[in-house]
T-cell receptor
């Protein structure tokens, strides 16, 4: 089955630690996205990538980093510079052409302990 | 910045009634999409309307788009308890291909 997979589902981070959230898709989509969602809020764009080896900052990129070495994978690292990382993180992918729907993973809930 | 603002933030109706949610946005768009999110889950695509379309239907869903007012509405007819979820509009603007989401409407259908 084609889809987009995020792991882990739950992640706990100690203060000062970097953690990496995984996002993998087998839909052959060109574009991939990371969003952050706080309780009762909408989605805010962290980073996005439209082709391999290229990515752009979204609205709230500070304290986060990404890589896009393979078309299928777009991992997000939450660094110690992100002062309030507790949130629900969602990964999405889109085909290259405009006017198509996005597919979302099931999310990773990150908690700072 | 979040492109869309949704109204109302929360909506509670009885099963069988119709639910209407509104979305306003700020800049020119290629298309506008509506998504549904069950609590603690990912988003699921519901319907897409292009900037040159004014109305679109899919099952019990009806979406309208008014580009002159930069607004869209989602109507769910004959609501069911299973429709309880958060609903988000997302716009795909003129520049890089990225979806910008609104704050969402939390819909509760009471049996």
């Amino acid at each position: 089955d084609g889809g987009i997979t995020q792991s882990p589902k739950y992640l706990f981070r100690k203060e000062g630690q970097n953690v990496t959230l995984s996002c993998e898709q087998n839909l052959n989509h060109d574009a991939m996205y990371w969003y952050r969602q706080d309780p009762g809020q909408g989605l805010r764009l962290i980073y996005y990538s439209q082709i391999v080896n290229d990515f752009q900052k979204g609205d709230i990129a500070e304290g986060y980093s990404v890589s896009r070495e393979k078309k299928e994978s777009f991992p997000l690292t939450v660094t110690s510079a992100q002062k309030n990382p507790t949130a629900f993180y969602l990964c999405a992918s889109l085909p290259g052409q405009r006017g198509t729907e996005a597919f979302f993973g099931q999310g990773t809930r990150l908690t700072v302990v | 910045s979040q492109q869309g603002e949704e109204d109302p933030q929360a909506l509670s109706i009885q099963e069988g009634e119709n639910a209407t949610m509104n979305c306003s946005y700020k800049t020119s768009i290629n298309n506008l999409q509506w998504y549904r999110q069950n609590s603690g889950r990912g988003l699921v695509h519901l319907i897409l309307i292009r900037s040159n379309e004014r109305e679109k239907h899919s099952g019990r869903l009806r979406v309208t788009l008014d580009t002159s007012k930069k607004s869209s509405s989602l109507l769910i007819t004959a609501s069911r308890a299973a429709d309880t979820a958060s609903y988000f509009c997302a716009t795909d603007g003129q520049g890089a291909q990225k979806l910008v989401f609104g704050q969402g409407t939390r819909l509760t259908i009471n049996p």
